[in-house]
């Protein structure tokens, strides 16, 4: 069955330090991938994407993910976080078909610390 | 540009009364158009999608349905809302032929007591 896995429900950064927010998928072929964030409240704002090509993608608000196919893998990065950056990410994956809905993982909620 | 509208914002029903959410999106024309619901800590689940007026596809069996009675609008509805009803309920729409991005809504927070 196709699924999405973020493991870390919460996270607590510093502010300035690096981030890391870990998804794994399961899926039949190698699906588009996305990375989501939302506010409190708020709709779910697309960060990054990836379809093919470059396995390192990068987004908006200074975030990238790497995609690895070995490890079914599409982690998202930030070298430098800010109290802004608080809020709760998605992971989603997408089959290769215009028409079909996204999968989404359980989410991370992000909280970052001064 | 596109748009995507979503109301009411924030709702408070009693158990057993009916619902109406209702999605427009503008500037673009034959959207897939998607209601998710979002439970806390369960993440987003699809309830149903559309890819064309009257097309209707439900994910997951419940106490709610949904129509999509002009290209551009798509309603989510229910005729006895159950606690279990209350969530925030997102409205989404991509293009036809594209690569499955999502845009959302502003979503709509139900709540029923």
């Known amino acids: 069955a196709q699924s999405v896995t973020q493991p870390d429900i919460h996270i607590t950064v510093s502010e300035g330090a690096s981030l890391e927010l870990r998804c794994n998928y399961s899926y039949g072929a190698t699906p588009y991938l996305f990375w989501y964030v939302q506010s409190p409240g708020q709709g779910l704002q697309l960060l990054l994407k990836?379809?093919?090509?470059?396995?390192l993608v990068q987004g908006i608000k200074g975030f990238e993910a790497e995609f690895k196919r070995s490890q079914s893998s599409f982690n998202l990065r930030k070298p430098s976080v800010h109290w802004s950056d608080a809020a709760e990410y998605f992971c989603?994956?997408?089959?290769?078909?215009?028409?079909?809905?996204?999968?989404f993982g359980k989410g991370t909620t992000l909280s970052v610390s001064s | 540009s596109q748009t995507i509208h979503q109301w009411p914002a924030t709702l408070v029903q009693p158990v057993g009364s009916p619902l109406s959410l209702e999605c427009t999106v503008e500037g673009t024309s034959n959207p897939n158009l998607y209601w998710y619901r979002q439970a806390a800590g369960r993440g987003l689940q699809l309830l149903f999608y559309s890819v064309g007026i009257g097309q209707i596809s439900s994910e997951v069996p419940q106490n709610l349905s949904a129509s999509r009675p002009q290209d551009r609008q798509f309603i989510l509805s229910s005729k006895k809302l159950l606690l279990s009803d209350s969530g925030f309920y997102l409205c989404?729409?991509?293009?036809?032929?594209?690569?499955?991005?999502?845009?959302f809504g502003e979503g709509s927070r139900l709540t029923v007591l």
């Open positions: 989603a994956v997408g089959a290769r078909q215009a028409g079909t809905a996204l999968i």
């Open positions: 989404a729409w991509s293009t036809l032929y594209d690569t499955g991005e999502l845009f």
């Open positions: 990836y379809f093919s090509g470059d396995t």
